[in-house]
């Protein structure tokens, strides 16, 4: 199987790493049904609903985008896919092996490949650390002693660009904010892991910084053959960076497909929407009514049915009642939605169209 | 958008041209240097030095024996026969016993408050981080005791074991305990949420790394600030006790136990009676502003 | 809102249980049986062994502790070894002296505190600041006995001003609050109280008017043509809440610090009754002060935080 670049290169068969078990066929990682439930304190019964039945794939090699408005579970959706937070339900298979099942990988070993790079917010890093330090932790809890551990942390800082003598000493209030987050990202990859989850990792930086991040992170990819899930509000770096994009809404999948075919030719009426929504460089090109009006409904109480009918254009009684299915409509085996119109056996007017 | 050819350089094109500007401090530097450069601070700690190094070379410093009473000499004022501060009721040295003296009054200053931080410190970081039912179970209990006047609270351990200076040190330490459970709380709880705490879950490190490797370092700066305000009043609360006689016990000299004797003698030598609370003044005004400089020293969001 | 003072009042009943638990151990913590400590040394043995059955000593400690409760409930806090009076008329009849003391001390530390604070509040950093800041220091820092004592060689020994100790020419009996003969007791012990709170007050109220000062609401009134007095009247108003809260709590002070400056003195009071009962190891008495006081002191915080969820609407919410 032959890797191609999202810019077109050939890049031949991915090296395999000596810790793969599955071969280049199976996906890396299998997430089906997944839930987690957030009890709100005081009104009985009544929880945030933050992971409602997600289900995806993510390739090996590939970078899959996680696009979605603020609450709509993508924050959650990755600690749960670390174990940080404990799912309610559903499965999680790392490589072929179900995750915290008794025949399958425990998660500390899930650990040791799969790593995690956070949003720059004040204190993704410890304030009263060196660099070094923090970045050392990491290899340090795994196994290793202090010295080979700071040794692995030189190397790690040199490959995302920052100085070991000049860098490691500092204290993280003396670095701007692209270098912790490069710092955030040696620290995610001094362990060795072969999958990423990025949650943010660019919306606290400036434009400009961002777009070295980004391009750091792409080259990094492809040095050491990792698979990256890239979590993120923003559509155009989600565009950049991505192979595949899976959109959220309000905690399920709601459309799942190639870059090309989301951005090209979104199917779900909340993924136009969204990329509608996004204002164009010409300025004789103006929208006069935005695309969607009011706000995502609370979480807690979500609407019965599909959980956008509220500010869906084509709502219709159907939509209120039944839940649509993520399904692989129109021919297409690789864009999923999640939308009545498109189901042809739903009974809504619009899907004997499609 | 980057320009495509962009990533076919190595990695090296990536490499960080901008050097961070300050020079390497970390955070202790920083504080060493900050109380460097504040002179208040300073000229008190001194003053704290040399309270500390009297009471420790008290025995060779000392004019008299300060358990040797005279009948002739007793209530004398200041100067009288070498004795600089007078004489007691019994006739012994005013000098000597205020040395000796503090060596008590700084020991239970000093003792209860460090033995405080450490339970108190230790429960407070297991509540903070376990939390639920475990931290609201350890602090209701506190709350329990912060339910006493402090005073009240002392007077009552105290009293009820009869007094000594053991156990005026384990009353004053059981004062300050839920003080300091609840500050360490606070400290661990805020920081427990922060996402270098989560990062360092993600790597597969359990609890008892994560609390020595990165809560410990962070929730040491708030107990000790605390720590260092309490000295002060540990000095007025053990020397309150001694003076309702459940301190230290005579003849051994302690401050607030040389004012309660002395009380009865206003008339004769009014000054001689009030020099002991002088001391306690002098020694427990310094010890706050001590405790108020390191505060700004240390207390700077960086 | 009335659910949370409906919350606020289930909450101290824990405490108040958890108080009175600690109470009851005290005689549990006194070196020697405890059968001793609450009987006077001169019990005849059926005295004692009558005792003995009536506070339950024979029974398991659950069992002594709830019979205990029982009769400190109905009002019995058993006998005073010293004075073989029930030790609820001794502690009623001193808290009333005490409260006598507190009815004066606290709206003097309240005005005095509030108003040092405030002044060096609306100019920081001037020397006015530093006098109050400093003054608080040293009201922190000095014994509070000791201060009495000072006063009472300054005013009774060398000037003979005022008198040295005891609440009235005759004691508490003869005490008429309207006659200076009497009222004169008063002025050294109050003053001698309200010293640390005044210290703490000043404080508070130092830093709350300086915060309130610095928000933005202020420069908006500023900006809308309010005069200078008439914007400190509104930055007072916001910075009265926080300290009401610190006052509170320093009624409880004052509670636990009578003990002191009721010994100096020789009033009469609850915090005297303490030391007696100390000196005399009349174990019942102190229980029975220490676990009054604080069930007040337990009170107090409740009310004071129920008065500040009334003016401070945001901690309703909490």
């Not at chain 1, 807690?300 to 299915?325: S, W």
């Not at chain 2, 040491?220 to 260092?228: E, N, T």
């Not at chain 2, 005004?285 to 207390?299: H, K, Q, T, W």
């Amino acid at each position: 199987m032959t890797v191609i670049d999202r810019d077109n290169t050939i890049l031949g068969p991915p090296a395999l790493d000596p810790r793969d078990r599955g071969g280049p066929a199976q996906p890396m990682l299998i997430v089906r049904d997944l839930k987690k439930h957030f009890p709100v304190k005081g009104s009985r019964g009544k929880s945030v609903q933050a992971v409602d039945g997600v289900s995806f794939d993510v390739t090996k090699g590939e970078t899959l985008g996680i696009v979605g408005e603020s609450g709509c579970g993508k924050s959650t959706l990755a600690r749960l896919l670390l174990h940080l937070i404990v799912p309610d339900a559903g499965e999680l298979v790392f490589d072929g092996d179900a995750v915290n099942a008794p025949d399958g990988i425990r998660v500390d070993a899930l650990r040791r490949q799969v790593q995690m790079v956070f949003q720059d917010s004040y204190a993704s890093l410890n304030p009263r650390m060196p660099i070094r330090d923090s970045v050392a932790f990491g290899p340090f809890i795994q196994g290793k002693r202090k010295p080979a551990a700071r040794e692995v942390a030189r190397d790690t800082l040199r490959k995302v660009g920052l100085d070991p003598e000049l860098f490691g000493p500092r204290y993280p209030h003396e670095l701007s904010g692209g270098q912790k987050q490069r710092v955030n990202i040696a620290r995610a990859l001094a362990t060795g892991p072969r999958m990423v989850i990025l949650d943010e990792p660019v919306s606290a930086l400036d434009k400009s910084v961002e777009a070295q991040v980004l391009n750091l992170l792409r080259a990094l990819k492809r040095q050491f053959n990792l698979t990256y899930l890239f979590i993120s509000h923003d559509l155009s770096v989600v565009r950049y960076i991505s192979d595949r994009v899976l959109v959220m809404y309000l905690g399920r999948v709601v459309e799942l497909g190639s870059v090309d075919a989301i951005f090209d030719e979104p199917q779900h009426p909340y993924t136009r929407a969204l990329l509608a929504s996004r204002p164009s460089m010409d300025p004789a090109r103006r929208i006069d009514e935005p695309p969607i009006t009011g706000d995502p409904p609370n979480p807690i109480d979500p609407p019965v049915g599909c959980r956008f009918h509220t500010r869906c254009p084509f709502a219709e009684p159907v939509c209120r009642t039944r839940d649509p299915a993520l399904g692989y409509w129109q021919g297409d085996k690789a864009h999923a939605a999640a939308c009545h119109m498109l189901d042809p056996r739903s009974g809504h007017r619009r899907s004997r169209d499609a | 958008m980057a320009d495509i050819a962009e990533l076919r350089k190595p990695l090296e094109a990536f490499e960080e041209q901008v050097a961070p500007a300050t020079r390497v401090r970390g955070y202790w530097q920083s504080v060493l240097y900050r109380l460097r450069h504040d002179p208040v601070t300073l000229a008190f700690g001194a003053v704290v030095l040399l309270i500390v190094v009297l009471a420790i070379v008290a025995p060779l410093v000392a004019p008299f024996d300060p358990y040797k009473e005279s009948i002739v000499g007793r209530l004398k004022p200041f100067g009288w026969h070498e004795h600089l501060l007078g004489t007691d009721e019994l006739g012994r040295d005013m000098l000597s016993r205020l040395l000796y003296g503090g060596r008590v009054s700084l020991l239970m200053g000093v003792v209860p408050v460090l033995i405080a931080s450490i339970v108190g410190g230790l429960l407070g970081i297991v509540g903070g981080f376990a939390g639920g039912r475990i931290n609201t179970a350890i602090m209701r209990t506190m709350d329990v005791f912060y339910a006493f006047p402090s005073v009240l609270l002392a007077v009552a351990i105290a009293g009820a074991m009869g007094g000594g200076i053991g156990n005026g040190m384990v009353a004053l330490t059981m004062v300050f305990i839920p003080p300091m459970c609840r500050v360490a709380e606070t400290a661990t709880t805020q920081v427990r949420a922060l996402d270098y705490i989560e990062a360092a879950r993600a790597t597969g490190a359990g609890p008892i790394k994560i609390i020595r490797y990165h809560v410990l370092s962070n929730v040491l700066g708030p107990v000790f600030i605390y720590a260092s305000s309490l000295v002060s009043v540990s000095i007025l609360l053990a020397s309150g006790l001694s003076f309702l006689g459940l301190g230290v016990r005579p003849p051994m000299p302690d401050w607030g136990l040389m004012l309660s004797t002395l009380r009865q003698s206003i008339y004769v030598v009014p000054f001689v009676c009030a020099v002991p609370g002088v001391a306690i003044f002098v020694t427990s005004i310094c010890f706050n502003l001590v405790s108020d400089g390191l505060r700004a020293a240390m207390d700077v969001r960086i | 809102m009335s659910f949370y003072i409906l919350r606020r009042i289930l909450y101290a009943i824990p405490i108040a249980f958890g108080v009175s638990v600690v109470c009851f151990s005290l005689v549990y913590i006194a070196p020697g049986d405890p059968l001793q400590t609450v009987m006077p040394p001169d019990a005849t043995a059926e005295t004692i062994a009558i005792v003995k059955k009536a506070y339950g000593f024979d029974k398991p400690l659950p069992m002594q502790f709830l019979i205990w409760l029982g009769r400190v409930l109905t009002g019995d806090f058993g006998m005073s070894i010293s004075t073989r009076r029930p030790v609820f008329l001794e502690v009623s009849e001193a808290l009333a002296n005490t409260s006598l003391l507190a009815l004066f001390a606290v709206p003097l530390a309240f005005f005095t505190g509030y108003v040092m604070g405030a002044i060096a509040g609306c100019f920081p950093g001037r020397w006015v600041d530093r006098l109050v800041t400093g003054a608080a220091v040293v009201g922190v820092s000095l014994p509070n006995y000791w201060l009495g004592i000072v006063l009472v060689i300054f005013f009774a020994v060398e000037y003979m001003l005022l008198p040295a100790t005891g609440m009235g020419p005759t004691g508490s009996t003869g005490f008429h609050i309207l006659e200076w003969s009497s009222a004169r007791f008063l002025v050294l012990p109050v003053i001698t109280l309200s010293m640390i709170p005044v210290g703490i007050l000043s404080r508070t109220t130092r830093a709350a008017v300086a915060e309130v000062r610095n928000q933005e609401f202020v420069q908006t009134l500023r900006a809308k043509g309010l005069s200078e007095w008439a914007v400190t009247r509104h930055v007072l108003k916001n910075s009265l809440p926080q300290v009401m809260a610190v006052m509170g709590l320093q009624f409880g002070y004052l509670l636990g610090g009578s003990i002191l400056v009721e010994t100096v003195f020789t009033w009469p009071g609850s915090g005297f009754l303490l030391s007696k009962a100390i000196i005399n190891r009349d174990v019942p008495v102190l229980q029975g002060t220490i676990l009054t006081l604080s069930l007040v002191f337990v009170a107090t915080n409740l009310v004071v935080d129920l008065l500040q969820s009334l003016i401070d609407p945001r901690i309703r919410r909490a």
